[in-house]
Protein backbone atom coordinates (compact mmCIF):
# COMPACT_ATOMS: atom_id res chain seq x y z
CA UNK A 1 0.00 0.00 0.00
CA UNK A 2 1.27 3.36 -1.09
CA UNK A 3 1.40 6.34 1.50
CA UNK A 4 -1.54 8.75 1.51
CA UNK A 5 -4.30 9.97 4.17
CA UNK A 6 -6.45 7.67 5.13
CA UNK A 7 -9.43 9.62 3.53
CA UNK A 8 -8.19 9.44 0.40
CA UNK A 9 -9.65 7.16 -2.38
CA UNK A 10 -8.04 3.88 -2.77
CA UNK A 11 -7.43 3.00 -6.17
CA UNK A 12 -5.61 -0.43 -7.48
CA UNK A 13 -3.62 -0.57 -10.40
CA UNK A 14 -2.94 -3.97 -11.91
CA UNK A 15 0.49 -3.75 -14.00
CA UNK A 16 3.18 -6.16 -14.93
CA UNK A 17 5.61 -3.78 -16.34
CA UNK A 18 7.65 -2.39 -12.57
CA UNK A 19 8.44 1.14 -14.91
CA UNK A 20 4.97 1.92 -16.07
CA UNK A 21 3.30 0.66 -12.55
CA UNK A 22 5.68 2.43 -10.61
CA UNK A 23 5.14 5.75 -12.91
CA UNK A 24 1.44 4.95 -12.53
CA UNK A 25 1.62 4.93 -8.68
CA UNK A 26 3.49 8.05 -8.33
CA UNK A 27 1.05 10.18 -10.35
CA UNK A 28 -2.01 8.86 -8.46
CA UNK A 29 0.04 9.41 -5.68
CA UNK A 30 1.02 12.96 -6.26
CA UNK A 31 -2.69 13.33 -7.32
CA UNK A 32 -3.83 12.55 -3.65
CA UNK A 33 -4.93 9.17 -3.79
CA UNK A 34 -3.84 5.93 -2.11
CA UNK A 35 -2.80 2.98 -4.55
CA UNK A 36 -2.71 -1.03 -4.25
CA UNK A 37 -0.78 -2.59 -7.05
CA UNK A 38 -0.51 -5.88 -8.39
CA UNK A 39 1.79 -7.40 -10.78
CA UNK A 40 -0.98 -9.17 -12.58
CA UNK A 41 -4.92 -10.85 -12.42
CA UNK A 42 -3.89 -12.92 -10.30
CA UNK A 43 -2.04 -11.23 -7.83
CA UNK A 44 -4.68 -8.71 -7.81
CA UNK A 45 -7.65 -11.28 -7.12
CA UNK A 46 -5.69 -12.67 -4.28
CA UNK A 47 -5.15 -9.02 -2.73
CA UNK A 48 -8.61 -8.31 -3.22
CA UNK A 49 -9.58 -11.36 -1.60
CA UNK A 50 -7.74 -10.24 1.65
CA UNK A 51 -8.42 -6.61 1.55
CA UNK A 52 -10.14 -4.58 4.31
CA UNK A 53 -10.96 -2.34 1.78
CA UNK A 54 -12.28 -2.19 -1.87
CA UNK A 55 -10.70 -0.12 -4.53
CA UNK A 56 -12.98 2.61 -5.93
CA UNK A 57 -11.22 2.24 -9.42
CA UNK A 58 -9.33 -0.45 -10.83
CA UNK A 59 -6.76 0.23 -13.72
CA UNK A 60 -5.91 -2.78 -15.30
CA UNK A 61 -3.06 -3.80 -17.96
CA UNK A 62 -4.54 -6.13 -20.82
CA UNK A 63 -1.63 -8.04 -21.55
CA UNK A 64 0.33 -9.89 -18.53
CA UNK A 65 1.38 -13.20 -17.53
CA UNK A 66 -0.26 -15.66 -15.30
CA UNK A 67 -3.63 -13.80 -15.67
CA UNK A 68 -4.10 -11.50 -18.15
CA UNK A 69 -6.84 -8.68 -17.92
CA UNK A 70 -9.35 -10.25 -20.34
CA UNK A 71 -9.26 -13.32 -17.27
CA UNK A 72 -9.06 -10.70 -14.35
CA UNK A 73 -11.84 -9.34 -15.95
CA UNK A 74 -14.05 -12.73 -16.61
CA UNK A 75 -13.54 -13.55 -12.84
CA UNK A 76 -14.43 -10.27 -11.67
CA UNK A 77 -17.74 -10.34 -13.06
CA UNK A 78 -18.16 -13.84 -11.40
CA UNK A 79 -17.11 -12.87 -7.96
CA UNK A 80 -20.61 -10.64 -6.07
CA UNK A 81 -17.90 -9.28 -4.17
CA UNK A 82 -15.75 -7.44 -6.96
CA UNK A 83 -18.55 -6.80 -9.89
CA UNK A 84 -19.34 -3.44 -8.76
CA UNK A 85 -15.75 -2.09 -8.77
CA UNK A 86 -15.70 0.11 -11.90
CA UNK A 87 -12.29 -1.12 -13.95
CA UNK A 88 -10.62 0.79 -16.62
CA UNK A 89 -8.41 -1.31 -18.91
CA UNK A 90 -4.63 0.29 -19.72
CA UNK A 91 -3.58 -0.67 -23.61
CA UNK A 92 -1.86 -0.41 -26.70
CA UNK A 93 -4.13 -2.10 -28.39
CA UNK A 94 -6.82 -0.21 -30.37
CA UNK A 95 -10.81 -1.39 -30.49
CA UNK A 96 -11.22 -3.17 -27.44
CA UNK A 97 -13.08 -3.05 -24.47
CA UNK A 98 -15.94 -1.38 -26.21
CA UNK A 99 -17.19 -5.29 -26.76
CA UNK A 100 -17.25 -5.50 -23.01
CA UNK A 101 -17.97 -2.72 -21.70
CA UNK A 102 -15.68 -0.98 -20.15
CA UNK A 103 -13.30 2.22 -20.49
CA UNK A 104 -10.09 1.68 -22.12
CA UNK A 105 -7.12 4.31 -21.98
CA UNK A 106 -4.39 3.96 -24.29
CA UNK A 107 -0.75 3.32 -23.88
CA UNK A 108 1.50 5.03 -23.17
CA UNK A 109 -0.56 6.72 -20.77
CA UNK A 110 -0.98 10.36 -20.64
CA UNK A 111 -1.22 10.96 -16.87
CA UNK A 112 -3.92 14.17 -17.40
CA UNK A 113 -6.08 11.73 -19.51
CA UNK A 114 -5.60 9.03 -16.59
CA UNK A 115 -6.13 11.72 -13.94
CA UNK A 116 -9.59 12.92 -15.79
CA UNK A 117 -10.74 9.01 -16.26
CA UNK A 118 -9.98 8.52 -12.47
CA UNK A 119 -11.78 11.76 -11.36
CA UNK A 120 -15.11 10.87 -13.52
CA UNK A 121 -15.27 7.17 -12.06
CA UNK A 122 -14.63 8.33 -8.30
CA UNK A 123 -17.75 11.13 -9.15
CA UNK A 124 -19.96 8.52 -11.03
CA UNK A 125 -22.98 7.63 -8.31
CA UNK A 126 -22.35 3.86 -7.20
CA UNK A 127 -24.46 0.86 -9.00
CA UNK A 128 -27.87 0.31 -6.88
Not at 76 to 81: E, G, I, L, M, T
Not at 109 to 121: K, S
Request: charged letters at 25%.
Amino acid sequence: MSEGTAAAPLLMVVEDDPDVSEALIDALVDAGYRVVAACDGLDALERLGVANEAPQLILLDLMMPRLDGWGFLERQRADVRLREIPTVLLTARGGVGIDVGVEVVRKPVHIDTLLGVVERFRRAPAPA
